[in-house]
């Protein structure tokens, strides 16, 4: 029997790891499946917005799909779902799934252009970021994210088992998308500055700024940019295009102090870091080794990423050579996982003759308890495995593409493998030990998880990951060069993207504070923008013109400076053979 998900079980963000808020000492480690996309059926006779989207949500058939989740595993304890629209109420299924145990990660964007929450990704920064995006964003935040309850006169959220809400995923799929990275840290950023103002104004702007912080970390979910496992061919290995998207979203977004009131109230725009990765593809992958002989991809993540934490910012007033902390402070999960079962096994002679026929092998999963294990949980926060529907060959169920009423068939041998690992790696009980003693990434001995002894091979760096940086705007301006020289784009700095947030100041303690105004810099007009004022423009002059020289020559008046008499004068003048020529081009 698992327990319902109340205020006091709610899940917050301390350092590299995912807490519990009434107890900081104990980890949560997600075990998550991804829920799938209902289908939108067209109204093609009905203009009525919520009738168009009706079948998109289904809150009964929602709800099925927890309740048989539930009963096929007690281990389950996250859904990540990927579209909401903000026509729709849904609190039935945010509550029925806090009471069976599941925290949930939505989406602050959509996949659908018609409700505006599309971050264009083939948009140079600033015009991948939107004010119609902005909107959508903030209907999430409003509703769902800030929706607040009083409870024993203290104010918590209506929805508690809200684990994450995600900014972008894999916004960044290939090397010129990179010139709209900047525009998913703006959005963040104004999601938080309105989130800030939303929760002052709820306090009839009476709190201090240490106050109206910290009751913005305890209301408002933690944010999650979701990344793809991918590299620039032998350029850049996968395992550090995924560093460098960790270090700028984590660096690039303080840069000038865009979201800090003072330098001792940072607030972050990206809280989580995930990371869909579709590698282990082999019955005989293991932690350290691919099946061809490689160095391991889980391995090579592990310490590319761990080597984050050992980096130095800044330098103490007395001793040059100090730490002031690690500019990367931020829980690392797998946000998707699961190789595609076209993949899984092609290449190593295990596929049965039915799999060979098909062309594709139920997964194994045996990932899980390495993901579960050490040394990795030392780093990572847990996984989400991909998928309950999605495309053909990810999807763990049978029966086609889900109606998004009816549940999906579960009797399969992919979720079977799912269930069993994730039963096994749980039962273990992996995660109960927050063991830090991996303290050397370099080929150092530690145990695996289930009691065995393993060295750790090197990894070949390619690019080596300098150990200091002055400050956090120099680490940013360093990542910001590595990607301009790889991804051949040119990066536009945060803070120079206007932001949605209307203009106002935040009264607090007293006194006031402009650090979350908006900022002034005027939105650059396209070329199409400024062509159709100037046509505008031209028309309404040339009409203007036409129509006072039809009004004077209907009814002349005295204060007219070309009066009937003074017109033909003139084009006699002009023209003497032709004095009606006035006449003839003002009629």
């Not at 119609?132 to 203290?154: E, F, M, P, R, W």
């Not at 273990?428 to 002894?453: A, H, Q």
Request: aromatic share 10%; with cysteine.
């Amino acid at each position: 029997m698992v327990a319902p998900i109340t205020y006091e079980d709610r899940v917050i963000v301390k350092d590299n790891y995912l807490v519990y808020q009434k107890d900081p000492s104990r980890r949560f480690f997600v075990k998550g499946i991804a829920f799938p996309v209902a289908p939108i059926h067209e109204h093609k006779n009905n203009d009525d917005h919520d009738d168009e989207y009706s079948s998109f949500y289904n809150a009964k058939g929602w709800i099925a799909i927890l309740r048989q989740l539930r009963k096929a595993s007690p281990h389950i304890n996250t859904i990540r779902l990927y579209e909401l629209y903000d026509v729709h109420d849904y609190s039935e299924f945010f509550h029925e799934a806090a009471r069976l145990g599941f925290y949930l990660v939505l989406p602050l964007t959509s996949g659908q252009a018609s409700t505006g929450g599309i971050l264009n990704r083939n948009k140079p920064a600033p015009h991948c970021y939107t004010e119609d995006l902005y909107h959508y964003g903030t209907t999430i935040v409003d509703s769902i994210l800030l929706n607040t309850t009083s409870i024993a006169n203290s104010i918590v959220s209506t929805y508690p088992n809200i684990l994450a809400a995600v900014l972008g995923n894999e916004v960044m799929n290939s090397l010129p998308a990179w010139q709209a990275a900047p525009c998913i840290l703006a959005f963040g950023r104004d999601l938080k500055r309105h989130a800030l103002s939303t929760l002052q104004q709820q306090t009839f702007q009476t709190d201090h700024e240490e106050d109206l912080i910290r009751r913005l970390h305890d209301l408002l979910p933690p944010f999650m940019y979701a990344t793809q496992h991918d590299g620039i061919g032998a350029a850049v290995s996968p395992a550090e295009m995924v560093q460098w998207t960790l270090e700028y979203m984590a660096t690039c977004a303080a840069n000038n102090h865009i979201l800090v009131r003072s330098s001792d109230q940072p607030i972050s725009v990206i809280d989580i870091f995930g990371i869909n990765i579709e590698s282990w593809c082999s019955s005989e992958q293991q932690f350290g080794v691919n099946s061809d002989g490689t160095i391991g991809t889980y391995l090579d993540l592990y310490q590319q990423l761990a080597a984050l934490q050992s980096i130095q910012i800044g330098n103490d007033s007395n001793n040059e050579t100090e730490s002031h902390g690690t500019p990367v402070q931020v829980p690392i999960l797998f946000s998707e996982v699961g190789c595609s079962k076209q993949l899984f096994n092609r290449d190593n002679g295990l596929r049965t003759p039915g799999q060979i026929q098909r062309q594709s092998a139920a997964r194994d999963w045996k990932q899980l308890s390495v993901i579960m294990g050490l040394p990795m949980k030392t780093v990572w926060s847990g996984f989400v495995a991909y998928s309950y529907g999605g495309p053909t060959y990810f999807r763990m169920t049978k029966g086609g593409l889900w109606d998004g009423v009816h549940p999906l068939d579960i009797d399969t041998t992919d979720m079977h493998n799912f269930l069993n690992e994730l039963n096994k790696s749980s039962t273990l009980e992996l995660m109960e030990s927050n063991s830090s003693s991996l303290t050397d990434n370099r080929g150092t001995s530690v145990e695996d998880g289930l009691g065995n002894e393993t060295t750790l091979p090197l990894t070949a760096v390619t690019h080596a990951l300098p150990s200091h940086f002055d400050s956090v705007e120099d680490h940013c301006a360093n990542v910001q060069e590595r990607f301009e020289t790889y991804c051949k784009v040119k990066f536009v700095p945060v803070s120079r993207i206007p932001s949605f947030v209307k203009d106002k100041e935040l009264v607090i303690g007293g006194g006031t504070t402009t650090a979350f105004a908006s900022r002034t810099i005027p939105r650059p007009f396209s070329p199409y923008a400024v062509t159709a004022v100037l046509v505008t423009t031209v028309v309404l002059v040339v009409g203007l013109v036409l129509f006072l020289l039809r009004y004077a020559k209907q009814k002349p008046r005295k204060w007219w400076p070309f009066r009937q008499d003074k017109t033909e004068e003139l084009s006699s003048l002009v023209n003497p053979a032709s004095k009606d020529s006035y006449r003839t081009f003002a009629s």
